[in-house]
């Protein structure tokens, strides 16, 4: 039986609790840099590496050799101009000993819309891939999407010749063989993921849609591995976890947040106090204070 458990506290200083190598995925979305303090997080650009870096420290230290590190993300505009603390961090981290292995595109379906004098609207988010070995788990098959019309207009008139070969004409190399996709009713996905926002959380301002970890969830975990969110906001990365039979960990600096996070848990469960809940379903829930 999966578990969830969920820690109030400061992530730089919970996880040096945690035992190293022993988390399969990490999935977050921490607070983005905001020189306007009274938002969520009002870290300033500039100092937004030095900030990280402690917890990115401690997540490398927990994280399995063969495990996952999600990263969503994405720098704002000031003064007509992109910051670039995000590039930065990427340098930052890599020196850490991470490895930068991909970069995903969360494209927003229904991105709100807006005018700005020198660009358009943002539409889509970073989700950066880190992982400490080369060899690391990923489950490919699990997110495989149908083939769709693609394949019946792109390949329905091809001669003899086109099914087969798998070198170009010129002897470049960089022929493809068509005939792979003869047939085929699943195909593997790119790395841009199209999910529309949250747009009615009236307990998060930047709460992610459970589309989102679930994908990430699928590719590099499977049934009752760990997955770990610091930044644990609303608690999206829980529930998903939890529904996906995965254990999870979660932890915010904001009780606010972690009280939100107990009553889904209650209402999901009916039970009325959550103490109560974790003995009856074997310590499923834990809370730490």
Not at 59 to 69: I, S, Y
Not at 103 to 114: D, H, L, Q, R, T
Not at 152 to 159: A, F, I, T, V
Not at 282 to 287: L, M, P, Q, W
Request: one cysteine or more; proline letters at 5%; aromatic letters at 12%.
């Amino acid at each position: 039986m999966s578990k969830v458990n969920i820690i109030c506290g400061d992530c730089k200083e919970v996880l040096k609790n945690f035992q190293e190598n022993s988390i399969d995925l990490i999935v977050t979305s921490p607070p983005y840099a905001d020189r306007r303090i009274k938002t969520y997080g009002g870290i300033k650009p500039e100092d937004y590496v030095q900030w990280f870096m402690p917890v990115s420290d401690e997540l490398l230290r927990v994280l399995k050799p063969t495990g996952t590190f999600i990263l969503n993300i994405k720098e704002k505009a000031e003064n007509g101009e992109r910051h670039i603390y995000v590039i930065e961090l990427i340098l930052a981290l890599r020196k850490q000993g991470w490895l930068w292995t991909e970069e995903f595109i969360w494209s927003k379906k229904n991105c709100y819309p807006g005018k700005w004098p020198n660009r358009f609207r943002d539409a889509w988010e970073r989700c950066i891939q880190f992982n400490k070995s080369k060899k690391f788990h990923m489950y490919q098959d699990e997110v495989m999407i149908p083939v769709g019309n693609w394949a019946e207009g792109r390949l329905k008139n091809l001669s003899g010749t086109d099914k087969i070969r798998d070198n170009s004409k010129n002897g470049s190399g960089f022929g493809k063989n068509i005939s792979n996709w003869l047939d085929r009713k699943w195909v593997y996905p790119s790395n841009v993921l199209n999910f529309a926002t949250v747009c009615n959380n009236k307990n998060h301002s930047a709460a992610f849609p459970e589309e989102l970890p679930e994908w990430f969830i699928k590719l590099f975990t499977k049934e009752n591995d760990t997955v770990l969110d610091p930044f644990v906001g609303s608690g999206t990365t829980l529930f998903v976890a939890k529904r996906m039979k995965r254990n999870s960990i979660g932890i915010e600096i904001m009780p606010e947040y972690i009280e939100l996070i107990k009553n889904k848990l209650k209402d999901k469960y009916k039970k009325p106090n959550l103490f109560e809940l974790a003995i009856e379903i074997e310590d499923e829930i834990v809370e730490y204070k």
